[in-house]
């Protein structure tokens, strides 16, 4: 396989409105981006994935766009956006867009002068159907609840939205829109940028009459022809996002030999606490064995034929210490067990903002508190057909996306040092315990676990090359070995409360890194609760 530098690249998510405001309005911005630079240089990172900075009605917090080509005045100015990328640059950090072009806003300029008339050359920019007796035309449901279609008053025709009403699907049917998105890509290339993470790639090819959402017949053509069109011939990165992805799926998208990305941001693994065939919000309880079995496929099925990503958070998901970890007394421990465990694997990981100082999620205690269009279209659904209010609202707090989005907490000072004004989301009252400023001050923090693991996959390429290979241990220990050339790791994780007994006859070579004391021999261990380390083996 032909070596990149996102094969040995660590990346790290900036939701905007949640990482550090600079003009006191309450909402994350460019200018308070650059501020933080040298924090994430001191991290280790090599790239940014920048979530939406463009000009948005933020029905949707930016994934509504309605300028590709103009940042959102709460976000800043083109000018701030070039002096972000430069300024990135200088720390050999890049800057990765956010892509959202399976839809835009309503308040897009095409869709305004699609609504106008059926005559428009902008009507088919996006997805209209007649109404069927008087209904919508087909069964299709939005991700936001309710169906995918509304009904456009003015021209009496039903209009396509896998998500939001505000987020009318484009027709990539369409050729004129397809050139309209490879300019605007080109756009952004041109001044610089490190690639682009793909929103929803998946939904591009689909044929709405047959119901088709993911992975539609023509998909791949039109990822072809973006290749081709734009970043093909660039040394950037792209990542595409594709929910329903499997292997021989994600091999589709990221086999070097078909010429469309980089790798694909697959969620199998994120499914797992959740009800198979129902929604995120109807849950079950995660099982260890199937967390293995779901990495152990993923880690040996791809080969030299794509690339993995690697990643428990982002701004979508609940924390993951509060989700599958202890975020009380095991805090710390299982936080750095989930860092140990996932970048000591083969792919390239993604931190989120705050993983690294060990966020944890924000309960609610009512929907005024939400801001989320996901949480809150779920609520007034689910309170309409008479499930209690308690239970929608345990659910908003276990995988509502607000978790993910409370502001960056930076120090001990008010508002965590996220802003001077009033956060546009609240605070987690837990700042003064979790925040950068202690975290950078203590030796034994998360912080600390994340730079060493960039550094050994900057460091060691039996951590970016090297064969992964599943070790059977009791149920909730989760271990494995990384084996290139003639050097072996060993990784192991009690991923439990309880401890776990684990055994090997391998001999300690090297102690690389671990959450408690280092161990001296591998032979008949009994595990403490969150316990994780690495080991060189001879
Ligand atoms: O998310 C795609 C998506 O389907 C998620 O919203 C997912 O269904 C759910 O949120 C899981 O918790 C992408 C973006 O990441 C998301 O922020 C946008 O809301 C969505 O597309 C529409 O652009
Ligand atoms: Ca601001």
Redesign the pocket.
């Known amino acids: 396989m032909k070596k990149k530098w996102w094969h040995q690249a660590v990346m790290y998510q900036i939701y905007p409105r949640s990482f550090q405001d600079s003009n006191q309005d309450g909402i994350g911005d460019i200018n308070g981006i650059i501020q933080r630079l040298d924090y994430l240089q001191n991290l280790g990172i090599d790239g940014i994935w920048l979530?939406p900075v463009y000009e948005s009605p933020n029905d949707?917090?930016g994934?509504?766009i309605s300028n590709y080509e103009e940042i959102m005045a709460e976000f800043g100015t083109m000018e701030e956006m070039e002096q972000l990328i430069e300024e990135a640059q200088k720390r050999n950090i890049k800057i990765v867009m956010?892509l959202?072009v399976?839809?835009t806003s309503d308040e897009h300029a095409w869709f305004i002068e699609a609504k106008k008339s059926k005559d428009s050359v902008y009507r088919d920019y996006y997805i209209w159907r007649e109404a069927v007796n008087n209904q919508a035309p087909n069964e299709l449901r939005s991700?936001?609840s309710g169906s995918a279609w509304t009904l456009d008053e003015e021209t009496g025709q039903y209009y396509l939205h896998?998500?939001?009403k505000k987020?009318p699907d484009l027709n990539w049917e369409n050729q004129a829109v397809r050139k309209e998105i490879y300019k605007m890509m080109n756009f952004w290339l041109d001044k610089g940028i490190g690639g682009f993470r793909m929103?929803?790639i998946d939904l591009i090819g689909k044929q709405p009459d047959q119901l088709v959402t993911g992975n539609g017949p023509k998909l791949h053509d039109y990822l072809k022809e973006m290749n081709q069109a734009t970043f093909g011939n660039k040394d950037v990165m792209t990542v595409g996002?594709t929910?329903g992805a499997t292997p021989e799926i994600a091999k589709l998208y990221s086999n070097p030999s078909r010429n469309e990305l980089s790798m694909v941001f697959q969620?199998e693994h994120?499914g797992l606490d959740e009800q198979p065939g129902k929604e995120?919000w109807d849950l079950r309880p995660l099982e260890i064995s199937a967390l293995k079995e779901v990495f152990t496929k993923w880690q040996t099925s791809l080969g030299d034929e794509g690339w993995n990503s690697l990643f428990w958070n982002?701004?979508?998901?609940p924390r993951i210490i509060s989700r599958w970890g202890n975020d009380s007394i095991y805090r710390e421990r299982s936080g750095k067990l989930f860092a140990i465990l996932l970048h000591l694997m083969k792919g390239t990981p993604y931190i989120y903002q705050g993983e690294e100082i060990g966020m944890t999620n924000h309960p609610v205690s009512s929907i005024e508190e939400v801001n989320d269009?996901?949480s809150k279209n779920m609520y007034w659904e689910r309170l309409e057909k008479g499930i209690a209010k308690e239970e929608i609202l345990h659910s908003i707090n276990t995988?509502g996306?607000d978790n993910a989005r409370t502001p960056m907490q930076w120090d001990d000072s008010p508002q965590a040092g996220f802003t001077t004004g009033t956060p546009w989301l609240p605070v987690h009252s837990n700042y003064k315990q979790i925040n950068v400023k202690r975290a950078l001050e203590d030796k034994q923090s998360i912080f600390y676990t994340y730079q060493k693991l960039i550094q050994l996959r900057h460091q060691q390429e039996v951590v970016v090359w090297g064969d992964f290979q599943l070790i059977e241990t009791v149920e909730n220990v989760f271990a494995y070995k990384r084996i290139y050339k003639d050097e072996v790791w060993l990784i192991v994780t009690n991923i439990s409360e309880e401890k776990q007994s684990f055994t090997s006859e391998d001999k300690i070579d090297t102690w690389i890194i671990g959450n408690l004391l280092p161990r001296t021999t591998l032979y008949q261990c009994e595990l403490e609760p969150y316990e994780a380390f690495a080991v060189k083996i001879s």
Not at 314 to 317: K, S
Request: charged residues 35%; hydrophobic residues 35%.
């Open positions: 979530s949707d917090n994934y509504d956010d959202v399976n839809h991700t936001f896998l998500f939001g987020q929103d929803v996002e929910w969620f994120i995120k982002n701004h979508d998901l269009i996901e995988k996306r």
